[in-house]
C-alpha cells in the first residue's frame, strides 16, 4: 500500500492547499486503510485508498465548515482512469461475466457474438446456422436474464 503515498500526498495537496495538513490526511487514510484489511479483502487498494482520503478531506471541511479551494477538472485525471472508475469498471465486467455464465450455451454465444463482437443478427444467424428470428430471440432472452441477474446481484 505505501506504494501510493507520494501520489495520494499531492491528491490530497491539491485539495487542501497545505502539504503538512495533506500528509496528516493520508496517514489518516492509510490508518483506516490498515484496520479495514484486517476484517475485509480490499480487491484494489490505489482506489480503496482514494476514496477513503477524499471522504476524510470532505469531512474534515464539513466539520470546519469551509469550502474545498479544488478544481476538480485542473488536477484530477479523466473519469475513465481515476481509480474508482477502474475499480466499478472492474466490477461491471465481473459482474456481467458471472450472468453471462448463467446463460444457456446458445443465448451466451448469440448475445456475446451480438453485443460483445459486434456481430449483425444476419451474420449470427450464418455462424450459429439458425434463423435471424431465432438469433433475435437467443440475443432478447439472454438480455432479460443478465439484467435479471444484475438486479438481483
Excluded: C, W
Amino acid at each position: 500500500m505505501l506504494k501510493y503515498y507520494n501520489e495520494l500526498v499531492y491528491f490530497v495537496h491539491k485539495m487542501v492547499g497545505d502539504k503538512q495538513y495533506a500528509t496528516d490526511i493520508i496517514q489518516e487514510a492509510y490508518t483506516k486503510a490498515l484496520e479495514t484489511s484486517r476484517t475485509t479483502l480490499i480487491e484494489n487498494e490505489r482506489a480503496y485508498l482514494y476514496k477513503v482520503a477524499k471522504n476524510i478531506v470532505i469531512d474534515q471541511s464539513r466539520k470546519k465548515k469551509e469550502t474545498i479551494p479544488y478544481e476538480e477538472e485542473e488536477y484530477t485525471i479523466p473519469a475513465q482512469d481515476q481509480p474508482e472508475e477502474i475499480f466499478l469498471e472492474k466490477n461491471n465486467q465481473e459482474l456481467l461475466l458471472k450472468a453471462l455464465n448463467t446463460l444457456p450455451k446458445r443465448s451466451k454465444q448469440a448475445f456475446a457474438l451480438h453485443v460483445l463482437e459486434g456481430y449483425t443478427k444476419k451474420e449470427i444467424a450464418k455462424i450459429m446456422g439458425i434463423s435471424v428470428n431465432a438469433t433475435q430471440k437467443y440475443i432478447v432472452r439472454a438480455t432479460q436474464k443478465i439484467s435479471e441477474y444484475i438486479e438481483k446481484s
